[in-house]
Structures are given as C-alpha cells and as structure tokens.
C-alpha cells in the first residue's frame, strides 16, 4: 500500500479538491462513473481546442489528424484488453449499447425460437432487458444461473443449464450491486465444452483489474468509458474477429458503408461496419488517454491497492452493529453494499451527502437482485485508486453518526 503512488494520483483529479457542503468530497460512488484525471481533460481541450473535425471522411489536414487520434485510441484499448487486431474493438456508447448491439446483431441473426440464453441472477439491467427484448422479438427463451446468499454464482447450477439449445452465455464479469467477482475462466471453459460462445459484461471489472481477452477466451467483452476514469458517451464492444465478420450491422448510416445505391448497399469491413454515423470523436480520444493514465500506474498495482482498501472497508463496516453487509462474495471487488437496521437506504445516502461523502442508494440497475435479498435497496460505497483509508474513516464515522440519532 504504502508504494502505492496516491498522493500524486490524487492531484491529477481536479474534483477531488471540491467542497461538497463545505465539507471536503469523498467521492465513493465509482461503480457508478468514476471521475476523470486531467490527462483526459486535458486530451479533451486538446482535441476541440486544436485538433477536431469529422473523421475518416476528409482530406483536410484536421481531419486526417482526428481520424489519427482516433484510431490511435483503438490501438491503446486493443493492446489494454490484448485483443489479438483493432478490427476487433468496435466504439459504441457503452456497455449498454454493446449488449444491445450483440443481442440485436448476433442473436437476431444465429438466433431461432426455443434457443436459450443464460444469464446469473446477479446480472445488471444492461445484461437482462436486452435478452428479454430478443426473446419477445424471435421467441428465445432466458434462462438465469441462481446465486447463493453470499452472492456467489451457484456454479453447479450453472453448469446443469448448458444444454444443446444454449446459444449465448452472457454473464457479468463483477456484480455492480453485490460486488462479486465470478470465475469466468471456469463459466468459460464450462460453455466452450459445449461450443457456447460467452459475452462478459465487462463494465465494472475493466477500471479494477487486468483483462486479457484472450486468455480469457470469452467471445464478447463490453465495457463503458465513463467507469474507466474516461468520458462518458464511450464503450467498448470486443468480440472474436470470425463472429463480428459473420454478424449484420446493427445501424446503417455514413461511415459503415462501402457503396449505397438505391437498389444495394454493400457494408464496410471491421470494425467500421458497427459504427454508423459520426461518433463521439473526442470522447474516444479522452477514452484513449484514460487508458494511457491506468496502463501507467498499472491495473495489477490498482488491483492489490483496491483490495485491501476494501479488506479495511469491509473490517471497519463489520464493528459496526446494525450494518449489514449485502454480498459477501469470496472474491470481490471494490464495492459495500450495505443497509442499515430501521434507516431506509435513500435517508441513508441524503444523510451521508450532508457530510460531504457520495454513496449510491437505490436498487443499482439490478432489481432482481435487491429481489433476492428481500430488500427495497441498498445503500452503496464503491471505491477507486484514488480513494484513501481516511476516506473510508469519514464514511464509517458518517455511518455511525447516522445511527446514532436515527438507528
Ligand atoms: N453492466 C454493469 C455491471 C454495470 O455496472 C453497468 C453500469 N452501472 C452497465 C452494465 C451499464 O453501463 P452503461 O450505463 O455505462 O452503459
């Protein structure tokens, strides 16, 4: 911990030194966006200040140096999750959309009524609505992995739902609202047995630790710029180069076509074929740039110092009577979810704010889950690199001032 660099990585976000009802920020709302480091800031400015226009389109002197910077930030995402060519990450809005995109492309299209599509019980709105959107559209049916009260994947049971009708595992890579980290390499290995493909809802396991797709072998990986200390509009869809080629677009527009005329349009190759239309060109460069941030401080380092800053969460939240811990996952990241005895979740978060000190409260995008713990919602601290065990304290002592006059 102590090498861990985090003064230094502190100055470099400008929020982190704003006052929030004259009390310094405690910012422990991460999983739901994280905040941005100057570099990305600063590479935005840039990019609208000397160095944007519309890109792959022109020959201007602007444009080709958009579409540089732009395909540069490509590069640095391809090389940051090791996807084995740049045709295999395509820009979409964020996670959301790339689950959209690949229910919408892929299951559409290899799809057929009776099909079966799994997913946990842990699974964001984002890994849920799309699949239920596709099986009211051609009939598939979804089918959910259960979890236990530690809210661990039940992986037996997981395993029994693979069955000659399963077409897509979907499954997320860390739960936003419990915090739990599933063994993909085995969900994998479990689903290519059977000639499964697997997506990995990436979106909070990305800023947290090292992705490899490839030794991962998953088949589709997305993620959000935003959580990744990036812009937000920005999000990553990675899939296997041999199933992108086989999929149809998922929009047509500019920029995705080779040749239109009225009577045929032939598409683009990779990865442009999925990105219709001008998109979120300085946004994708800041995305760039946030990446250049973490790869430098390194996603093992961010990885070992955000697991004992919630090893001391989790202690601290422990003495306190009256806490209750929601999800309590042997492998877990950065996240405490958590209720409080006779103080409702909502009272909780207003409270804490009035201190200085974002949480989340709500049901996090993932009702099924607040279903299966038999609460309304959960009160959540999430943490980033750059969050500090004194910020921890002031959450604690927050949390204990809190049932004081109100437990
Ligand atoms: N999946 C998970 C696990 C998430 O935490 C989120 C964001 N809370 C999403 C998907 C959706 O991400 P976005 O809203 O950025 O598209």
Redesign the pocket.
């Known amino acids: 911990m102590s090498t861990f660099p985090i003064e230094h990585i502190r100055a470099d976000f400008p929020i982190l030194g704003e006052k929030i009802r004259n009390k310094p920020l405690v910012y422990l709302d991460n999983?739901?966006s994280c905040q941005k480091p100057q570099a990305v800031i600063d590479a935005i400015v840039r990019t609208y200040s000397h160095e944007y226009a519309n890109i792959h389109r022109g020959v201007h002197t602007l444009s080709v140096k958009a579409t540089d910077r732009f395909e540069a930030a490509r590069e640095k995402v391809r090389a940051f999750i090791n996807a084995s060519s740049e045709k295999e990450i395509i820009f979409v809005?964020?996670?959301?959309?790339a689950?959209n995109l690949v229910a919408q492309s892929y299951g559409k299209s290899q799809f057929k009524a009776g099909d079966e599509i799994v997913i946990s019980a842990m699974?964001?709105h984002?890994?849920i609505v799309p699949w239920q959107m596709l099986c009211q559209q051609i009939g598939t049916v979804l089918r959910v992995a259960p979890i236990n009260q530690q809210g661990e994947l039940l992986f037996d049971e997981f395993e029994k739902l693979l069955n000659s009708n399963t077409k897509l595992v979907a499954i997320?890579h860390?739960?936003?609202a419990l915090g739990s980290i599933n063994p993909v390499e085995k969900i994998i290995a479990a689903a290519h047995a059977k000639n499964i493909p697997v997506l990995l809802?990436g979106?909070?396991a990305i800023p947290h630790m090292p992705v490899d797709v490839q030794a991962l072998d998953c088949d589709f990986y997305v993620f959000?710029g935003?959580?990744l200390y990036g812009p937000?509009g920005t999000?990553v869809l990675y899939g296997k180069q041999a199933l992108l080629e086989a999929m149809p677009p998922y929009q047509g527009g500019g920029d995705m076509i080779r040749q239109v005329t009225f009577e045929k349009t032939t598409y683009a190759g990779l990865p442009h074929k999925f990105e219709a239309g001008t998109p979120a060109i300085a946004e994708v460069i800041g995305l760039g740039a946030a990446i250049d941030y973490v790869s430098a401080i390194g996603m093992d380092n961010v990885a070992a110092y955000e697991a004992e800053l919630l090893d001391y969460a989790t202690d601290q939240a422990q003495q306190i009577k009256g806490l209750n811990i929601i999800g309590q996952a042997e492998h877990k990241g950065g996240i405490l979810s958590f209720t409080l005895d006779h103080i409702h979740p909502h009272d909780i978060g207003t409270m804490l704010d009035s201190l200085g000190i974002a949480v989340r409260a709500g049901h996090?995008?993932a009702m099924p889950v607040m279903d299966f713990y038999g609460v309304p919602a959960t009160a959540r601290a999430s943490f980033a690199m750059y969050n500090t065990r004194q910020e921890i304290d002031i959450l604690m002592q927050g949390i204990k001032s809190l049932i004081e006059v109100f437990g």
């Open positions: 999983a739901a809005r964020g996670a959301t959309e689950i699974e964001h984002a890994n997320t860390m739960s936003n809802d979106a909070q959000s935003h959580k937000s999000g996090h995008c």
